[in-house]
């Protein structure tokens, strides 16, 4: 039991650091903020291919994927630090469909699909939810046909985050057609985005982040595109949520927001004299967000040092996932009440401050993540089925 | 970056809930219920001191095991899980740990080891108040003169030496007091919790020299063993919330109501699975408070986000626990109403979550305890 980095950790952080100060240019940065903070832009691209140039993004994956062979902590670091210097990673690719793909794939996918992950050159988005599909996943309509060596694929998904600019769709598709089978009945497949039968419609939200439903269209695949068993797709899929759910919870943009807003009410003055951070109120909002922060990064830290150690538990992952999710928005709220006033102004406001201007957004975009990523109804329902090992009711 | 127990570390644990096991129930903490006895089980003190456990962060020169705080803190888990009726927190955590970090060598080797051995019981005054000496000392020829009150120390009645820091002129000394000593008069106080406390009145009681502890500087000593002291309340506090949030899942599982285990109901096990995440958050706050304070690594901040943390968890399972068992969970023919003692002592003692919040918030207002 040791709950600190080690000097090495430490020195990697810093390293990172200093490499992000330089890589986050003014030009890169207002793409980024013109693309809502999901990337996409061509100047996005060409950050995204240097880091994988420099052997960042697969810090932590084996040799044989073009890694470096450091432990889930060293990535973790690489991950956290990434997103604290405000560039949109594509995490959902890098950290939970790589590593699966990696797990479960054939020969071309491990070494031609995961090194080009590796390198910043290839991005995937994920197909799940339908219409009809959302928490109760297994009963998604999208299907697969068998068409001598070639599969025929055809239906709709919803909430396709990012897929207008991926380049292939980790696609869920029911290969049994008897629907009985249900969880037992799906089979994962990858999807080219390029496919003349793929299209996406934008879907706009509240937070002004864009998502998508997408269209598959006769669709036909080789069977090199289907990943893991036949019929087994399910357990690749809550493989994939499971790491979904660690990498939502990031600490690092968060913790520099909270120093953020400290320094400012530090030197803000108070209306009625004094400073911001002198009244009493501002200081309890601020000791409550420290000690949440505080719990979402150790809670990141102990997960990765699970994923190390091979001991990565579902009650684990589910409750980091409701945990982080409900702390953003909790946190959000407090800091947005000490910045009050200026966290109503929009970023491109006339006398936006820019902390208060981020929180204005971040309240905005916060709900996603207690139901994306699996509801957290349904991980509280693992954490007392799995944690602690209590009867539920049979659905 | 490492969660996981050495192998010392988990044949401790082991080692400590075995004989906890053995020793304490239901049936043998009823005997101390409403003060019919002081809650003192020194027969299990003494099979505790024969495993060497109140001494693992004792070094070796002295009788201990040479281990450090974050062993303490996992044998203190332990101890909350159990709600043991011993002095571990009092004698290990308020008396030992500050004689074998700032006493002289002379007063470490005279009282060290009898001490570690529990020949000698100490307790010490670092469990209330504000860390100001409630104690004035002045100056004689050979040493100090004390006047004063503190108004609880665990286990003072039990004890064979206080610990006491003294106001002395604009500083502070700490001070070794016999419990017999002429013109100390000590009140019996019943606690919620029932463990023994006691008011300390002192009045022109002479210390020499030999046992002034640090004769000048005290206020590092006081704030060295109050965060000591504080996260072993957090890990007493994590011990005993564990067990009450397993005692309540368990029933949930076997009492059907409409024909079912309750816990099939949703907002059952949502419940019971916020408790789940809440352990989890005081869990990993308090190991790492542990884990810096036993490498004396500056830990304000983290010991102060623990013992918030201690505060509210212990106030949420326990009304959660107690919810979920029915009229079961306030019924003393079973065992969850003294947990809801031990998560009341735990969550108000050294410190409120309201308190705590406003000290960390003072500190982040002055740009300290920032993230790094």
Known sequence: ?395 | MDFGFSDIQGELRALARKILDDSVSAGTLAAYDEFAAPRFDRGLWQTLLDSGLPGIAVAEEYGGMGLGFMELGLFIEELGRSIAPVPVLAHCVSGLLPLQRYAGSALQARLLPPAARGELLLTGDFWSGSGVPTVQAEATADGLRLAGRCPAVPFARQADWLLLPVGLADDIAVVLVPADAAGLRLTDLQMTHFEPHAAVELDAVSVPAADILVASGGESLVTWTRERCTAALCAQQLGSADHAMHLAAGYTSERKQFGVPIATFQAVGHRMADGYIDIECLRLCTWQALSLLGEERSATTEVQIAKIWAGDVGHRVSYACQHVHGGTGIDRDYPLWRYCLWLRFNEMALGSSASQTAALGRRLARGEGLFS
């Open chain 1, 1 to 395: 039991m040791k709950i600190q980095f080690t000097d090495a950790q430490l020195a990697l952080r810093d390293e990172l650091r200093a490499y992000f100060r330089e890589l986050m240019t003014p030009a890169l940065r207002a793409e980024c903020e013109r693309d809502m903070g999901e990337g996409g832009g061509p100047l996005w691209r060409e950050a995204l291919a240097r880091m994988g140039r420099d052997g960042w993004i697969g810090l932590g994956w084996p040799e044989e994927y073009g890694g470096r062979n450091l432990s889930p902590m060293e990535q973790f670091i690489f991950v956290e630090e990434v997103m604290r210097a405000g560039y949109p990673f594509p995490f959902l690719t890098t950290e939970s469909v790589g590593p699966t793909l990696a797990e479960h794939g054939n020969a071309w996918i491990r070494e031609d699909i995961v090194p080009k992950i590796l390198r910043g050159e290839l991005l995937v988005s994920i197909g799940y939810s339908e219409p009809d599909a959302g928490t109760d996943l297994a009963a998604l309509r999208t299907t697969a046909v068998r068409d001598g060596d070639d599969w025929i694929i055809n239906g709709q998904k919803m909430w396709t985050s990012l897929a207008h600019f991926c380049d292939y769709t980790w696609l869920a598709a029911r290969t049994d057609p008897d629907v009985s089978r249900k969880h037992k009945g799906i089979s994962m497949f990858l999807v080219p985005n390029s496919d003349p039968g793929w299209s996406c419609t934008p879907v706009h939200t509240l937070g002004g982040v864009r998502t998508n439903a997408t269209f598959y269209d006769n669709i036909r695949v080789s069977d090199d595109h289907r990943v893991g068993e036949l019929h087994g797709g399910w357990k690749l899929i809550t493989s994939q949520l499971n790491r979904e759910r660690l990498s939502l919870i990031n600490f690092g943009p968060i913790s520099e927001l909270f120093n953020q807003v400290v320094q400012w009410a530090r030197a803000a003055p108070y209306a009625e004299g004094g400073f911001i951070a002198d009244q009493s109120w501002v200081q309890a909002n601020l000791a409550r967000s420290r000690a949440l922060i505080e719990c979402m990064k150790l809670i990141v830290y102990k997960q990765s040092w699970a994923m190390t150690a091979g001991t990565l538990g579902m009650a684990d992952a589910s409750a980091a996932k409701v945990f982080g999710s409900e702390g953003f928005i909790e946190v959000y709220r407090l800091l947005g009440e000490i910045v009050a006033e200026g966290g109503l102004l929009r970023s491109h406001s006339p006398g936006a401050l820019e902390q208060a201007g981020r929180i204005e957004r971040l309240y905005r975009t916060a709900s996603i993540i207690t139901f994306g990523g699996g509801a957290n109804e349904i991980q509280r329902d693992i954490i007392s089925a799995a944690g602690l090992w209590m009867p539920r009711a049979s659905r």
